[in-house]
T-cell receptor, first 113, second 113 residues
């Protein structure tokens, strides 16, 4: 069974630009959550989607947004990029929700210059 | 505020040594504690511990949960260089069971030959 797939794997953007990251969950998983990982802060929760609805949201500014499609694929968008947004963005999927085991994708490495 | 603290932050051991990684937590309405291993890519799931499953073992890795003292340990015996990674502890709680996992900052383990 295919795991969680994230694209792109690596990208470099300029301050002020926007970026869209994509995540395809494990087949049959309806919950998709996003995390930002940086050396100083560790893994920080961004948001979770379940059946196309945002069910949970972390403490990130409104520049960070996401959505989920009917096939459970999810995208997250970061607008007006700042240098501090440079991080590894991880997507994770779960069959029913975050109370269960979540499985991570390989991540998207974002560098903002 | 829910909190997960891992210790030590990093350690270096020689092949064949036994290591113990610690994870203490404060969470409202504890439901589960999960361990992940992260090499230079996605965190991979190791164990999930709950009130009904406070001890898990897989090969050289084992973990126990002490719900009374609010901590968990991850033991690795006969360490190998392939065990070098960051080990993440995450705790799930809340009323709905869909509360986002809270992650610790990880323990970086380096195993040298």
């Amino acid at each position: 069974k295919a795991g969680v797939t994230q694209t792109p794997r690596y990208l470099i953007k300029t301050r002020g630009q926007q970026v869209t990251l994509s995540c395809s969950p494990i087949s049959g998983h309806r919950s998709v959550s996003w995390y930002q990982q940086t050396p100083g802060q560790g893994l920080q929760f961004l948001f979770e989607y379940f059946s196309e609805t945002q069910r949970n949201k972390g403490n990130f500014p409104g520049r960070f947004s996401g959505r989920q499609f009917s096939n459970s694929r999810s995208e997250m968008n970061v607008s007006t990029l700042e240098l501090g947004d440079s991080a590894l963005y991880l997507c994770a999927s779960s069959r029913t929700g975050m109370g269960n085991t979540i499985y991570f994708g390989e991540g998207s490495w974002l560098t903002v210059v | 505020e829910d909190k997960v603290v891992q210790s030590p932050l990093s350690l270096v051991v020689h092949e064949g040594d036994t290591v113990t990684l610690n994870c203490s937590y404060e969470v409202t309405n504890f439901r589960s504690l999960l361990w992940y291993k992260q090499e230079k890519k996605a965190p991979t799931f190791l164990f999930m511990l709950t009130s009904s499953g406070i001890e898990k073992k897989s090969g050289r890795l084992s973990s126990i949960l002490d719900k009374k003292e609010l901590f968990s340990i991850l033991n690795i015996t006969a360490t190998q260089t392939g065990d070098s990674a960051v080990y993440l502890c995450a705790v799930g709680g809340g009323d709905s069971g869909n509360t986002p996992l809270v992650f610790g900052k990880g323990t970086r383990l380096s195993v040298i030959a």
